[in-house]
Structures are given as C-alpha cells and as structure tokens.
C-alpha cells in the first residue's frame, strides 16, 4: 500500500486534465458594460474620441465568443477596435476565466450629408454560446465651417447655417470687422483664442436659440463641462467699438481679456444680456481698458471680475457670483479692482449700479476687494446693490448696498451642477434697485416702471 500516496494526486490530475476548458452552457456569465454608447455632437472631418466597451467573462473557465460585429459592417460611420485590431467583424474570440476583452469604438461623419443636425446609428451584435447580446451605437453629427489660423482679409460675417469650428487662432486685424449673427455656435479648439484688434459684432438675441454660443470644440463626457478648454476671447490695443449682445461664453481660460483704452470716445466693449460662466483664471480681465455692461451673469470662474491698472467702467444690473465646485475653487473675490500700475497709477473711474456680487463655499470673506494707488483721479461708485463684505473697501462711495444678506437664488446644487441664480420669493435682492435706462433684463423680460430687483434677473 506504499503507493497509495502517489495514486490519490495522480487522480486529481487525471481528472483535472479532463475538465472541459471552456463553458459551453447557455448560462454562461457575460457581462457588457454599457447597453448603449452615445456620443455628443461630432463635427465632420474632426471624427470623435474612442469610447470604451468593456466584454468581461465571469465564469471560472475561459469562454468563447462566436463573433463581434457592427450591424452596418464596413459602410458603417462607426468605426471598432477588438483588443488592438480595427475591424467592422471579429469571430471566434476566447476570452480567459475572469479576464476581459476591450472593444473601442469612434464614429466618423460623412461631410457629403446632409440634414443639420443628423442622427446616426448602429449597433454591436455580440454572440456566444447560442446568446446574443447587443450594443446600440447612436451620435449627433453636424456640418460645420472650419477655419484654422485664420485671419480676416476684409470684413465677414457669420450666420447661423453651420457651426464654426476654430483651430489655431482666429484673429480680426485693425480696419476689419467680424459680425456674428443670431443663432450662431462657434466651438473653440484647446489653441484658439480669438484675437481682436478691430472690431468684433456679436449679434445675438433673447430666445436661447437665437443667442451667440462659444465654447470648447470637445463636446463629448466629461471633457465638455472642464473649464480651460479653449484661451478666450482676446480685445488688443487697437479694438474700438466691439459689442456683445446675448452672448454666451463657456469654459474658456479666460473669457474675456481686455487691453489697453479705447481709441475713441467710447468703450472698447459694451457688453450687453450676456452670460460668462466657468472660466478657469478670469471671466473678465481688463487693463487700463473700458467696458459698459448691462444685464450680464458673470458666474463660476476663478476671478469672476478682474480690473486693474485703472480704466473706464460701467456695471448696471449685473450678477457677479462664485460658488466653490469640482470645476473651480471659489478662492478669489468675484470683484477686484485696482488703480496701480507698475510703480505709479492711473486714473480709474467706475460704477456699479443694481449690482449682486456674491460668492459661497469657498476661502473669500471680502466679495470686493478695491485697491487705490497713487493720486491719480480715484472714483468708484457702489450704488444700490447688494454684496457679501465684512470690510467695507475704502476710497470708495457706496450708496443703499445690502450687505451679508443671501440674496436667495432659485437653486444651486454643486454637485449636480446646477446653477440657476434667478431670485426666490423673499430674496432681499427683490425691488431693491435704482430706476435705470435698462427696461429689461437677461431674460428680455420687462423690467417695472417703478423700483427694480437687483442682479441681471427680474423676478417676473
């Protein structure tokens, strides 16, 4: 009986060796991790960004896949990648006990077709063990003008038939004027800052389809949403008599950069019923230049409002509003304003009328922050608004401004990104203003005869 002790794991062996290596059974555990893979707008000729489908079998034994194929085979828009091998069909497959396979797939836009914007669909047909399961593929696809380092040889302008998708820098040299109609979209790639050093016309108007969009040119999760995605919009010494009217500008570095005065009598940018939101370094930035804003919401950047070096400014019925999210840090005031410029100073005249200036969960207890230099001519106004202030700026006139009260936005979730600063019932913000030359407000909705709300909305 000396051999017994051999025998026992010579038997585990035999049988070992005999257990079938793959499951063949119906019942076999598949698992796909998405049932649907949808993509955002993809522009023509741009094609898109991979998206991932992970294949993973969960059994203890290796199983095989019969075949992996895109329903619209090689004519398909849809294009796939099985474990680093492109093709439009894949069979006989083995995936090991527990591992996984990873299928990418890109969708590309046929620039001949027509129909803007145009839906487009497929679907991966994955089959084993007699089962089939199914991945339904579905994109937006647009048309879309593109244009790269691009510079105005005469004046343009712009409608709203097709986006505009900008690579490199888009720049409007002196003596040429751009004009950007209703309705249009102009998507920014991660190097394009638009350089203006004549003249920029954005024509924009109330109804949401009929305002001017710019922003980043990624479109697709999560990089749609990231603030930096594209430089800004750039106004340079030369620029005279720009206009933004219902305009929205989103995810830039900086939205808005402004240099140096105007070269005529007046402001080198009037901005008028427009949104500047998730900026990463500023939203405005302006130096020793001048700029006439009404109805604007200036929300969510690092520096939401950043004048220095003196200059000519107006602010009535703004909202300048900052809150701490997973984009942006609120470390900085929503408002800062200064006259120093390099060793001396300028003359800096400004007014902010009807005004919200506003910032939460974040590092700031001074919302405000104003800093005067030198003798140069010194006149800053605060004039019937409402601000969160625990040392009031000095140097500075301040006439009927409500201070530390929340003014009661409608509804802020930063963690579902939800941002709508209209005003509650109650807000002390309501009936608090000025009567004004402004008879609107960023909705285009009347504003009273009598007494406004203060900020860019009124309650209706």
Not at 84 to 94: K, L, Q, T
Not at 308 to 334: D, I, L, M, W
Not at 341 to 366: E, M, P, Q
Request: net charge neutral.
């Amino acid at each position: 009986m000396k051999w017994s002790g051999f025998f026992i794991p010579f038997l585990f062996l035999l049988l070992s060796c005999g257990k079938e290596p793959f499951i063949r059974s119906a019942d076999a555990r598949l698992s796909v991790s998405a049932d649907t893979l949808k993509y955002d707008t993809v522009f023509v000729s741009a094609g898109s960004v991979y998206q991932r489908l992970v294949i993973k079998n969960e059994n203890d034994r290796q199983l095989r896949i019969s075949s992996i194929d895109l329903s619209g085979g090689t004519g398909s828009v849809f294009k796939m990648n099985v474990d680093g091998v492109a093709g439009s069909g894949f069979s006989d497959i083995v995936i090991r006990a527990n591992d996984s396979l990873y299928v990418f797939v890109q969708v590309n836009v046929d620039p001949s077709a027509s129909g803007l914007p145009f839906v487009l669909r497929d679907s991966i047909s994955i089959r084993y063990n007699g089962n089939e399961k199914k991945v339904q593929l579905e994109a937006w696809g647009q048309n879309a003008r593109f244009l790269r380092n691009h510079i105005l040889s005469t004046d343009e302008t712009w409608n709203n038939d097709l986006p505009y998708v900008i690579l490199g820098s888009l720049q409007v040299p002196a003596g040429k004027t751009l004009t950007i109609n209703k309705g249009s979209r102009i998507y920014m790639h991660a190097d394009a800052p638009l350089v203006i050093n004549g003249r920029l016309r954005v024509l924009g108007e109330k109804d949401t389809a009929d305002r001017v969009y710019f922003q980043g040119d990624r479109l697709d999760e999560p990089y749609k949403n990231y603030p930096a995605s594209w430089p800004g919009i750039y106004f340079l010494d030369e620029a005279t008599d720009n206009l933004l009217q219902y305009a929205v500008i989103r995810n830039a570095y900086q939205a808005i950069g402004l240099q140096g005065p105007s070269g005529n009598s007046q402001p080198k940018l009037l901005l008028y019923e427009s949104v500047i939101d998730n900026a990463w370094d500023a939203g405005i930035i302006a130096l020793n230049s001048s700029i006439t804003a009404r109805n604007c919401l200036i929300s969510n950047c690092g520096k939401n409002i950043l004048l220095a070096e003196g200059g000519q400014y107006q602010f009535t019925h703004c909202t300048v509003v900052s809150y701490a999210n997973r984009f942006v840090e609120h470390k900085e005031p929503v408002l800062s304003l200064s006259n120093a410029a390099g060793s001396g100073s300028a003359a800096l005249d400004a007014v902010f009328r009807n005004c919200i200036f506003w910032g939460d969960n974040g590092l700031v207890n001074d919302e405000v922050q104003v800093e005067r230099s030198g003798s140069a001519p010194f006149n800053v106004l605060f004039d019937y608004s409402l601000w969160k202030v625990q040392n009031n700026p000095t140097g500075v006139t301040i006439n009927q401004v409500i201070n530390n009260q929340p003014p009661l936005f409608d509804s802020v979730n930063t963690i579902q990104s939800v941002y709508n600063f209209r005003l509650k019932e109650g807000s002390p913000a309501l009936n608090k203003g000025t009567v004004t030359s402004v008879s609107t407000d960023l909705d285009g909705r009347p504003r009273p005869a009598g007494l406004p709300d203060l900020g860019c909305f009124e309650k209706q």
